[in-house]
């Protein structure tokens, strides 16, 4: 597995798992925010949300042709979004209920297809359980 989506709503963990799961994969990590960050694009229209999943497909794509594994951790909220990052292996962080943004809750679709759902904030015991099943 090559390219590993960690997704769920703000606050969840996504951030605090992806970090600790690249660490044991040696893989690169793509953090959503910071990629909003270095592009200074802090729109969250639905146009938006899928211009920032093709662009964290982009990234990943780039470093996968590098030879590198991708660790990528963003909200991901619809299933067009999460088709369009195309992930290999998908981590929903399922572990509350609500977000802190009323938009992002209301727009967020739970998904039908995951490979592994986190259901507690214990990012260092799900990133060790997470990574012997990819390895």
Request: with cysteine; hydrophobic share 40%.
């Amino acid at each position: 597995m090559k390219k590993i989506l960690v997704m769920g709503l703000p606050g969840s963990g996504k951030t605090t798992l992806a970090s600790e799961l690249a660490a044991l994969l040696d893989a690169k990590w793509l953090n959503a925010d910071k990629i909003r960050e270095q592009l200074n694009d802090w729109d969250f229209s639905p146009e938006a949300r899928l211009r920032q999943a093709k662009r964290m497909s982009d990234y990943a794509d780039k470093y996968i042709k590098e030879g590198h594994r991708v660790v990528a951790d963003f909200i991901c909220p619809l299933p067009k979004t999460r088709e369009l990052f195309n992930a290999d292996y998908t981590v929903w962080v399922d572990t509350i209920k609500k977000g802190r943004f009323d938009d992002t809750n209301a727009l967020f679709v739970k998904p039908e297809k995951y490979d592994y759902h986190v259901t507690t904030q214990n990012a260092k015991e799900w990133a060790a359980k997470i990574s012997r099943e990819i390895k």
